[in-house]
């Protein structure tokens, strides 16, 4: 009877212990950075072509998270409208599922109003459509999901090379099987500056998931170089 009691203790540990360890456990505040170098170049007058590399870490900006290759062009219609679009590679490491490949495009249109001497405002919509796993899983059903980013931006003219700036958008999700709903807002608070043929773009960024139970709360540490040649 005794050596009975002893079995079924080490049969129920061993039952708790794979239960707590197969529960997710969400993370509510994480740190991260995100480094990425572009290069752009003109193609025809008013015409840019742009090709951009990001690395992206989360957990205390020790683990990889997202490998990305990005390529578009730019147009300028005039002083204060630009049209763009561009083709995403991500390599996403995810945090708690297996890896996976994205695969996205998006379109652009940018509208610029000067507010004074030195401040501007910039609006983006931007339309992007994203298929994950899109080569793996040919001929089944695609996991697909489509979102509106609606930024504004404030630039302040500082001096001949220094544009501080400060930014906030959100993400309106449309994915099957959901209603489309806003699910995340990210805000910026960075300064833009020329440097010979490099601009630089360095910020403080702060990402929040929006209606879930219990939201991420991601700050990183944004650095951008753009070679332009």
Same mark, same amino acid.
Not at 14 to 42: H, I, M, N, P
Not at 63 to 89: E, M, P, T, Y
Not at 129 to 148: A, I, M, P, R
């Given at each position: 009877?005794?050596?009975?009691?002893?079995?079924?203790?080490?049969?129920?540990?061993?039952?708790?212990?794979?239960?707590?360890?197969?529960?997710?456990?969400?993370?509510?505040?994480?740190?991260?950075?995100?480094?990425?170098?572009?290069?752009?170049?003109?193609?025809?007058?008013?015409?840019?072509?742009?090709?951009?590399?990001?690395?992206?870490?989360?957990?205390?900006?020790?683990?990889?998270?997202?490998?990305?290759?990005?390529?578009?062009?730019?147009?300028?219609?005039?002083?204060?409208?630009?049209?763009?679009?561009?083709?995403?590679?991500?390599?996403?490491?995810?945090?708690? *599922? /297996?890896? #996976?490949? =994205?695969? !996205?495009?998006? $379109?652009? @249109?940018?509208?610029?109003?000067?507010?004074?001497? +030195?401040?501007?405002?910039?609006?983006?919509?931007?339309?992007?459509?994203?298929?994950?796993?899109?080569?793996?899983?040919?001929?089944?059903? *695609? /996991?697909? #999901?489509? =979102?509106? !980013?609606?930024? $504004?931006? @404030?630039?302040?003219?500082?001096?001949?090379?220094? +544009?501080?700036?400060?930014?906030?958008?959100?993400?309106?999700?449309?994915?099957?099987?959901?209603?489309?709903?806003?699910?995340?807002?990210?805000?910026?608070?960075?300064?833009?500056?020329?440097?010979?043929?490099?601009?630089?773009?360095?910020?403080?960024?702060?990402? +929040?998931?929006?209606?879930?139970?219990?939201?991420?709360?991601?700050?990183?540490?944004?650095?951008?170089?753009?070679?332009?040649?």
């Amino acid at each position: 009877m005794f050596s009975l009691k002893r079995l079924l203790l080490l049969l129920l540990t061993c039952f708790l212990q794979s239960t707590l360890s197969a529960q997710e456990v969400k993370v509510t505040r994480d740190l991260g950075t995100w480094w990425s170098a572009s290069v752009e170049t003109e193609l025809a007058p008013r015409w840019k072509f742009q090709a951009e590399h990001q690395l992206r870490t989360y957990g205390n900006g020790l683990v990889l998270d997202d490998a990305i290759v990005d390529v578009g062009v730019k147009h300028k219609v005039s002083k204060q409208v630009k049209l763009s679009g561009a083709l995403r590679f991500t390599h996403n490491a995810r945090r708690r *599922l /297996d890896s #996976e490949n =994205k695969y !996205r495009y998006n $379109v652009d @249109a940018h509208w610029t109003q000067p507010v004074g001497d +030195r401040v501007s405002l910039r609006y983006r919509l931007r339309h992007e459509q994203e298929y994950t796993n899109l080569l793996e899983v040919l001929g089944q059903t *695609l /996991d697909v #999901e489509s =979102k509106f !980013r609606h930024r $504004v931006k @404030a630039f302040y003219e500082a001096g001949e090379t220094h +544009r501080p700036y400060v930014s906030v958008e959100l993400h309106r999700l449309t994915k099957a099987f959901r209603t489309p709903s806003f699910s995340q807002m990210r805000m910026h608070l960075g300064d833009n500056w020329k440097a010979g043929n490099k601009q630089w773009d360095v910020s403080i960024g702060y990402t +929040r998931e929006l209606q879930v139970p219990h939201p991420l709360n991601f700050v990183f540490v944004f650095t951008r170089c753009n070679f332009e040649l």
